[in-house]
């Protein structure tokens, strides 16, 4: 089974200042990786993913991700955040092998200050 | 990416009732789809997996009896929460594969928010 921690519970950072939420993984098996971003009372929206290939994934929103396998770590980034990126960000993962189940972090709520 | 509804969005229920809801895909056909559930300020917990045309898969923990899926169609999966408690009061979020063969990203429904009395 898969699973990912997400250290960070909260991360208040000022506008336009850059990012990082953290992701680390644990797998046994080959991986595909997510970050999602769920505003409130909403469902979650896909902001990127990494399934295979280049170890750095460009998403939505300005948003970018690397993955680095030998520190099994997946850390979310933004060059300069905007206000309207405040929000609750999971990241998640699944085993490649089919079944697709995607086992969640416990979330980073980023807020954005002016 | 694909389209998921839900309906309703939020409900309020009397505790011993039961509720039913639509987790439909509006623009490809879904052989499978996932059932979450999101206390507050929690991450998604996988309640289930439901396959059209056969019975759900559920995750341990989660009571078969209690939640009833069916997922009769490749456009609509339903979760029925049968005699409802306060304590079943949360967010519940399906999600899809796509239209993809190769099955890899999930696409999400916008939540449907149950409060029970």
């Known amino acids: 089974a898969q699973s990912v921690t997400q250290l960070d519970s909260q991360v208040p950072v000022f506008e336009e200042a850059p990012v990082e939420l953290r992701c680390n993984y644990s797998s046994s098996v080959s991986v595909y990786l997510f970050w999602y971003v769920q505003y409130p009372n909403q469902g979650l929206q896909l902001l990127l993913k990494?399934?295979?290939?280049?170890?750095l994934v460009k998403g939505i929103n300005g948003f970018e991700a690397e993955f680095n396998k030998s520190q099994t770590s997946f850390h979310l980034r933004k060059p300069s955040v905007h206000i309207s990126d405040t929000a609750e960000y999971f990241c998640?993962?699944?085993?490649?092998?089919?079944?697709?189940?995607?086992?969640f972090g416990t979330g980073t709520q980023l807020k954005v200050e002016l | 990416g694909a389209v998921v509804s839900q309906h309703p969005s939020w409900v309020i229920c009397k505790s011993g009732t039961s509720v039913k809801i639509e987790c439909r895909s509006l623009?490809?056909?879904?052989?499978?789809m996932f059932w979450y559930r999101q206390f507050p300020k929690q991450s998604l917990m996988l309640m289930a997996t439901s396959n059209e045309g056969s019975k759900a898969t559920y995750e341990q923990g989660v009571e078969k009896d209690k939640f009833l899926i069916n997922h009769a169609s490749l456009t609509l999966s339903t979760l029925t929460v049968t005699s409802a408690h306060p304590e079943d009061s949360s967010f519940y979020i399906c999600?899809?594969?796509?239209?993809?063969?190769?099955?890899?990203?999930?696409?999400f429904g916008p939540g449907t928010r149950l409060t029970v009395l």
């Open positions: 990494y399934l295979s290939g280049s170890t």
């Open positions: 999600s899809q594969n796509g239209a993809s063969s190769v099955i890899d990203t999930q696409y």
């Open positions: 623009d490809f056909q879904a052989t499978t």
């Open positions: 998640a993962v699944s085993g490649t092998g089919g079944g697709n189940k995607l086992a």
